[in-house]
């Protein structure tokens, strides 16, 4: 069996190239680029559903993230109300309100 020869010209385009090469390679190489063609298709459609789970789960995170510094917030206001309802002196009170504005 002969072995086919490339003709190339320097005016030939990238595409002719690759037509000519691909005519000129055995099938059996041919079919085995074609199974890691159709491998590399399943990798990237399963790396663009992660890509998807992890947007979703980072906006969940965030918003949880949120609600807890409002729950936060809600629980410090709480805290000083019941400090006054306590008796608490106001020293402390605004002592105390000072270092949260600091946070």
Same mark, same amino acid.
Do not use: C, Y
């Given at each position: 069996?002969?072995?086919?020869?490339?003709?190339?010209?320097?005016?030939?385009?990238?595409s002719e190239i690759?037509?000519?090469?691909?005519?000129?390679?055995?099938?059996?190489?041919?079919?085995?680029?074609?199974?890691? =063609?159709? &491998? !590399? @298709?399943?990798?990237?459609? *399963?790396?663009?559903?992660y890509l998807l789970?992890?947007?979703?789960?980072?906006?969940?995170?965030?918003?949880?993230?949120?609600?807890?510094?409002?729950?936060?917030?809600?629980?410090?206001?709480?805290?000083k109300k019941l400090? =006054?309802? &306590? !008796? @608490?002196?106001?020293?402390? *009170?605004?002592?105390?309100?000072?270092?949260?504005?600091?946070?």
């Open positions: 069996m002969a072995i086919p020869q490339l003709e190339l010209d320097l005016n030939q385009t990238g690759t037509r000519l090469l691909w005519r000129t390679m055995p099938p059996e190489f041919t079919s085995g680029i074609s199974l890691l =063609i159709t &491998l !590399g @298709k399943v990798a990237g459609v *399963i790396f663009i559903v789970f992890l947007v979703i789960k980072s906006i969940v995170s965030i918003r949880q993230a949120l609600r807890m510094k409002s729950i936060a917030l809600n629980v410090a206001e709480i805290n400090d =006054i309802l &306590l !008796g @608490k002196s106001d020293k402390k *009170i605004k002592k105390e309100d000072k270092e949260e504005r600091k946070k």
